[in-house]
Structure formats: structure tokens, C-alpha cells
């Protein structure tokens, strides 16, 4: 059995989230911090477990971990070697903001993570604090290293905004020059927070796509199981460069995402509907009525997000859903 939708989209790949918390006050998310917004509990690690079996028995081969700060739950080794107790799962991913990665990075590995994806929206001490509300960058950077050195598959990423690292692409080509590392530009979402911000803000992905074609760099094949990223490499470097560009002409054509929040909810797209709550479903004698429950929801997944015409959904920041 697979998931899948009536524009023939297989779903392979499901970004669980096991927090909607976090402890960074990034401006295009969270500016003013976090504040609860629910008072439901956040998925068990009995309801992860049944949530990742039933994923499984549907084709999912790509599991990753996300938040708001899933390191900001203390179970989060448990939670990744349920993961990786499902046998139909071949990839088990984590995006963090990184503030525990130096700590974690080899519990984490050893509890069956295969990658790490970190935020890292500028490599100046001073903006990356202006940027996030959180001072100690050389922290996170050498978390990235520990991670990569025990041999963690490690992508980064930034998002892109006018006022903060428009120009930044020369940086992060000298990162990555010796780096066994991709670089990720992710263009600016608007969400429910922050139309004003996005207006002020927002750059195309694509200007990024043009400098690095104009620098010699030649797009890669990706894997059926990688994110919308689109990814260039060039002979003299061993990281490669990701972009990621939303808002561009048949974006999702080719998505293979679903999405479980942290209180229990399917949403078929970031920027989709409320959710479908699954919490009545998690258990054994509920398991086959999930099942038929979850082929059916996912069929009705439209074809694209609508952010062109300015809808958001209902994604108030990106750390409802883990972005």
C-alpha cells in the first residue's frame, strides 16, 4: 500500500513533529517568542510508535523529525529508535535548530538518525543573534562539526530576507569549499504572523540559482526521497548549494510530503487546512479504520498551495508544523 493522490503523488516521505516549542525568537517565525497556542498534550512516544507503524504499512520510507526544537524534548533518542524499529523505513532525519547538537549528535546517531538538517541564517555572530534571538552561533557550528566528523549527513539552511543575508552567498561558498556539506537557501513563506515582515523581506530563491550558474555550478539529480531542494555542485567544491524556491511555477508538482503535528494532526500541506486529527486512530483496535482513513484524506490533497494569491492557511508561524 501507498499514499497517494489523484494527481498520481506518492507519499513517501512523512515529517513528524514531536513539538511545537521552541527556545529561538527567529524574526520570520517567531518574534516574539513562543506562547502556547493549544492545550493538548504533545503526541506520546506509544502514539509516535503507532503513528510510524501506520506510515510504514502506507509506503513511507523517509521519516524526519522536526518541531518547533524536537531537542527540546528529553525522549528524543526514544523517539528516533522507534523510528528506526519501523523496517520499511530507510531514512530517518532531524531538523533542528542545533543549540544541543554538540551534546546529542552521537546519542542521536546511535539511536538510528541518519541526517541532520540546521538552521544557520548567517555566519556573523551579531546578525545571527539579531536574526534568531540566540548568542552563541560557535555553539552551533561546532555541533555541525561533531555531527559531520561521527558521519552525519548534514544540510543547512538559511532563510533568505532582504535586510539580513541577501548577499551572504559568497560566504557560504568559502564554507562549503572543504565541507562535505549542502547549503540550503530557502526563499521567505509568508505564514498568518507575518505579511508585513514578508513584504519587507521577501527576495526570490532564484537570484540565488543565477549567481551560482554564473559561478560554474551545474544542477545534480536528487533521490525520490529528498525535499523540494533543488541542488547545484561545481568540480572545485565538495559541498554542494540547495535551493529552495516556494513561491516557482509547478513547485509542488512533484511533492512526496505529508505532515504530522505535534497534538496529532495530518495536514496535507504546509500552508494547507486545519489538520485531520488521527489521535482517535492510534491504537490497535482503531489501526485498519486508520488505515482506510488516511488513503482516503490524502486523496483529496489539491494540487498546489495557494501562497501566490497570498493564503497562507492555516499556518500562523512555521513552528506549528516544523516548516
Not at 509506503?59 to 526544537?69: D, F, M, N, P
Not at 544557520?120 to 555553539?139: E, M, N, R, V
Not at 572545485?236 to 513561491?247: A, C, L, R
Not at 483529496?300 to 512555521?318: D, I, N, V
Amino acid at each position: 500500500m501507498v499514499l497517494s493522490d489523484k494527481f498520481n503523488r506518492q507519499f513517501e516521505y512523512l515529517r513528524l513533529s514531536v513539538t511545537d516549542v521552541c527556545n529561538f525568537s527567529c524574526q520570520y517565525c517567531l518574534p516574539d517568542g513562543y506562547k502556547r497556542s493549544h492545550q493538548q498534550r504533545f503526541l506520546s512516544l506509544d502514539e509516535i510508535q503507532q503513528v510510524v507503524s501506520v506510515f510504514a504499512e502506507l509506503g513511507t520510507k523517509k521519516v524526519r523529525i522536526t518541531g518547533g526544537e524536537p531537542c527540546l524534548r528529553s525522549d528524543l533518542p526514544r523517539v528516533i529508535d522507534l523510528v528506526r524499529k519501523q523496517d520499511a523505513v530507510e531514512k530517518i532525519a532531524l531538523t533542528t535548530n542545533g543549540f544541543r547538537l554538540a551534546k546529542m549528535a552521537a546519542q542521536l546517531k546511535d539511536a538510528g538518525l541518519n541526517s541532520v538538517n540546521v538552521s544557520i541564517d548567517s555566519f556573523d555572530p551579531k546578525q545571527f543573534q539579531l536574526i534568531t534571538g540566540y548568542s552563541d552561533l560557535a555553539g552551533i557550528l561546532k555541533g555541525v562539526e561533531i555531527a559531520a566528523n561521527i558521519g552525519l549527513e548534514i544540510k543547512l539552511n538559511l532563510v533568505l530576507m532582504k535586510q539580513f543575508n541577501a548577499s551572504v552567498l559568497k560566504n557560504v561558498l568559502v564554507f562549503i569549499k572543504d565541507k562535505p556539506i549542502t547549503f540550503r537557501f530557502i526563499e521567505l513563506m509568508e505564514t498568518g504572523d507575518n505579511p508585513i515582515f514578508f513584504e519587507q523581506q521577501h527576495m526570490r530563491a532564484s537570484n540565488i540559482e543565477t549567481s551560482l550558474q554564473e559561478n560554474g555550478f551545474t544542477r545534480v539529480l536528487t533521490d525520490k526521497l529528498s525535499g523540494p531542494a533543488k541542488v547545484y555542485q561545481h568540480p572545485n567544491y565538495i559541498g554542494k548549494v540547495g535551493v529552495i524556491s516556494p513561491y516557482e511555477t509547478g513547485f509542488c508538482d512533484s511533492c512526496n510530503r505529508l505532515r504530522v503535528s505535534a497534538i496529532g494532526k495530518l495536514h496535507l500541506c504546509l500552508f494547507g487546512e486545519q489538520g485531520y486529527d488521527l489521535r482517535w486512530g492510534l491504537n490497535d483496535e482503531k489501526r485498519e479504520n486508520l488505515i482506510a482513513y488516511l488513503q482516503s484524506v490524502v486523496a483529496t490533497k489539491k494540487a498546489s498551495h495557494f501562497l501566490h494569491e497570498r493564503q497562507t492557511g492555516a499556518t500562523t508561524h512555521l513552528a506549528m508544523l516544523g516548516g
